[in-house]
Structures are given as C-alpha cells and as structure tokens.
C-alpha cells in the first residue's frame, strides 16, 4: 500500500531483552507506544493482567529508551483516563485518575504519570499524550481494518460481524443511562484515518528540538454519539438490518464521554475529516471484504 519497506521484529513489553533488539538494529528518534490490552470489561476480571502489560511493560519501554538516548515518544492514552466525566465535552484540563471507572484507564493513567515523572527526572526527555476518544471504521481501500480476537468488546467490530453473519445480534450492554437520547451509553467516536492522521501531527511536533517536556491533546470529533444512533446509521449507510438484544450494563462502563480537540486543532494543527456515514462505510467495506477478518489472508 505504501511502497515503503515497513521492519517487524517481534518483541513482549513484558521481555525487556526483546524490547532492546530494534533499538541496537536502528538509530531510533522516536516512538509511538501503541502496545497495551484495551478491553474495559476485561480489565474488571483480570486486573492483574493489565497492570502487568499496560504500567510494567511501559516501565520495561521507557527504560530502554533511556538506555539508548532516545529522548521522544508518542503515547496512545486513551479518554478512560477521565473516568466519569465531572462536565461535557472533557477538555484536557479535566482532571484525570479521581473517577477512573475501571482498571484499563487507571493503567492508562498510572502510565500517563510515571511519563511525568520521567520527565521531570530528564530535562531532554518529550512526552506526548494522546487521549484517544472511540477509534472506528478502516483504511478505505478495505485492506486493512479491525478483526477482534473471540467477541468483540467494542461497537464497531461487533456490528460488523453481526452485519457479516458471523454473529447472530449485537448485544447492547445497558438502555438504562440517564441523560443519553435512547438509555444506550453515548461516546465520540472517531475515524481510524483521523487518529492517523493525528499521530503524523504529533510525531511532527515532538521531533522539533524544541519539544520537551510532556503534552497531552484529545482526538475526538467533539460530538457524541449513543450506541443505538450508530446503528441506524450502520443500518442507512450499508442497507443491511442488525438484530439488537439489550442485555444488562457492564462493570465499568460509564453513561456519556465525548471530547473536545480544539487543542489539538490551535497547537498540532489537527482536526477530523471524516464522518459518521464514512466511519460505517469502511468498516462495512474491510468486513464486507474480509468476512472471516486476517484468517482470509
């Protein structure tokens, strides 16, 4: 897709050893840190797990940052970082770890922290935050998208699936919540393409010798949307009807999140571009392609 040779090496964040291998291969300036497990309602049943990948293994990173001199990374944060939002839409100013709703966004916070405290300690060292809001949809041409291990824990995949047949309904987990349009829970959901985007901003930024210290920016569209306006309009941009079944709220989850950007869009130069109908559309065009996902490859 790229024309441009893209090196693997496969690495554990919980194995330093295999952590220090691209770094002895290549001279590296910066890093994006995408490594982490994300799933909410996992995080309620195996905690122990998250803190070991999400806190330990970015420990295991950082140190090896530092052991090689490189002084920047681009951290995926994520807006569970606000917990159980005090006002709409969160800024970066909200506070962030009192109302973490569950242990997936305290490792992000926790994470988000020792990052401070490293930077404190290294005058050279730059940290960005990125807080994302609800990453959907999938590269247009349908050859790359989102193809979950086992259920999906999140909307999108899930509709999909269900849209494909590899599922029989969606289960929608609460229509109970105060303050949504139909009880569903509401979140901001934002092109896979827009996040992209967002880290070719940001990557940008931190590589000016300027840029120290640590910064934290939303990526959101700034509008929420509840889980049952997704599916309509899943169901009026693809034409296929999803069956839904409400079942009960999970642990963890929280009625309304959605951001604000206009600090990413003043000092990264960043905002979205893409809709809700085009965030269905290619979800629809990767799953619709690739019924069985990566296992078509």
């Given at each position: 897709?790229?024309?441009?040779?893209?090196?693997?090496?496969?690495?554990?964040?919980?194995?330093?050893?295999?952590?220090?291998?691209?770094?002895?291969?290549?001279?590296?300036?910066?890093?994006?840190?995408?490594?982490?497990?994300?799933?909410?309602?996992?995080?309620?049943?195996?905690?122990?797990?998250?803190?070991?990948?999400?806190?330990?293994?970015?420990?295991?990173?950082?140190?090896?940052?530092?052991?090689?001199?490189?002084?920047?990374?681009?951290?995926?944060?994520?807006?569970?970082?606000?917990?159980?939002?005090?006002?709409?839409?969160?800024?970066?100013?909200?506070?962030?770890?009192?109302?973490?709703?569950?242990?997936?966004?305290?490792?992000?916070?926790?994470?988000?922290?020792?990052?401070?405290?490293?930077?404190?300690?290294?005058?050279?060292?730059?940290?960005?935050?990125?807080?994302?809001?609800?990453?959907?949809?999938?590269?247009?041409?349908?050859?790359?998208?989102?193809?979950?291990?086992?259920?999906?824990?999140?909307?999108?995949?899930?509709?999909?699936?269900?849209?494909?047949?590899?599922?029989?309904?969606?289960?929608?987990?609460?229509?109970?919540?105060?303050?949504?349009?139909?009880?569903?829970?509401?979140?901001?959901?934002?092109?896979?393409?827009?996040?992209?985007?967002?880290?070719?901003?940001?990557v940008n930024k931190i590589l000016t010798p300027e840029f120290k210290g640590v910064s934290a920016y939303n990526l959101g569209t700034g509008h929420g949307i509840s889980?049952?306006?997704?599916?309509?309009?899943?169901?009026?941009?693809?034409?296929?009807?999803?069956?839904?079944?409400?079942?009960?709220?999970?642990?963890?989850?929280?009625?309304?999140?959605?951001?604000?950007?206009?600090?990413?869009?003043?000092?990264?130069?960043?905002?979205?571009?893409?809709?809700?109908?085009?965030?269905?559309?290619?979800?629809?065009?990767?799953?619709?392609?690739?019924?069985?996902?990566?296992?078509?490859?």
């Amino acid at each position: 897709m790229t024309g441009k040779r893209v090196f693997f090496y496969k690495a554990d964040m919980r194995d330093i050893e295999s952590l220090r291998i691209p770094f002895r291969c290549h001279n590296i300036s910066a890093v994006i840190h995408f490594a982490a497990l994300k799933a909410v309602g996992e995080s309620m049943a195996s905690p122990l797990k998250y803190y070991k990948v999400n806190v330990s293994g970015t420990c295991n990173l950082m140190q090896v940052m530092e052991e090689f001199d490189c002084q920047k990374i681009v951290f995926s944060s994520s807006s569970c970082v606000y917990g159980d939002p005090e006002y709409l839409p969160v800024d970066e100013n909200h506070p962030t770890g009192k109302n973490c709703a569950n242990p997936y966004g305290r490792s992000k916070y926790i994470t988000e922290e020792i990052m401070k405290d490293i930077s404190k300690a290294n005058g050279k060292l730059g940290v960005m935050l990125l807080r994302y809001f609800n990453p959907v949809g999938a590269h247009p041409s349908g050859k790359i998208g989102e193809d979950p291990a086992g259920v999906p824990a999140n909307l999108m995949p899930y509709i999909s699936q269900v849209a494909v047949g590899r599922r029989e309904k969606l289960m929608v987990y609460g229509n109970d919540y105060q303050g949504t349009p139909d009880g569903t829970g509401v979140r901001d959901y934002i092109h896979i393409m827009d996040l992209a985007d967002g880290h070719t901003a940001a990557v940008n930024k931190i590589l000016t010798p300027e840029f120290k210290g640590v910064s934290a920016y939303n990526l959101g569209t700034g509008h929420g949307i509840s889980v049952l306006e997704m599916v309509a309009a899943f169901e009026r941009t693809t034409g296929v009807k999803i069956p839904v079944e409400i079942a009960p709220r999970r642990p963890g989850d929280v009625a309304v999140s959605y951001a604000t950007a206009k600090l990413a869009e003043t000092e990264l130069g960043w905002k979205t571009k893409y809709t809700l109908d085009d965030m269905c559309r290619d979800a629809w065009n990767w799953q619709s392609k690739n019924p069985k996902g990566f296992l078509n490859q």
